[in-house]
């Protein structure tokens, strides 16, 4: 599974987010627009007291199999999970287990 284009785990990620409430956000091109170290993805629901599901964000990473985050985005994500971001790297094997839908349920299911 690549990680863009149709059927790629980008649109997966996104379709998943999407059905759970999310409003997600691509970091296109991050190289040419001067934010290469972001994760790929930024996904936020909305907390209104009203909702079932509380509000939550999160930026994602994604990545083929066997291939690590760069230097630099390794240092963004855990700069981001130090001020208390949440920050995933995903990879196709992260959607076949199941892990990917978990992870984006989160709360709602404790």
Request: net charge positive.
């Amino acid at each position: 599974m690549k990680e863009e284009g149709p059927g790629g785990l980008r649109e997966a990620v996104e379709l998943l987010a999407h059905q759970l409430g999310y409003e997600t956000r691509h970091i296109r091109d991050s190289r040419r627009q001067n934010v290469s170290d972001l994760p790929d993805l930024f996904l936020i629901r909305d907390g209104h007291p009203g909702r079932a599901m509380p509000g939550r964000a999160m930026w994602i990473e994604l990545k083929r199999e066997g291939k690590l985050p760069t230097p630099g985005q390794m240092s963004m994500m855990r700069l981001m999970g130090r001020a208390g971001l949440e920050v995933y790297v995903f990879r196709p094997s992260d959607l076949f287990a199941g892990t990917i839908l978990a992870i984006l349920r989160g709360r709602e299911e404790q």
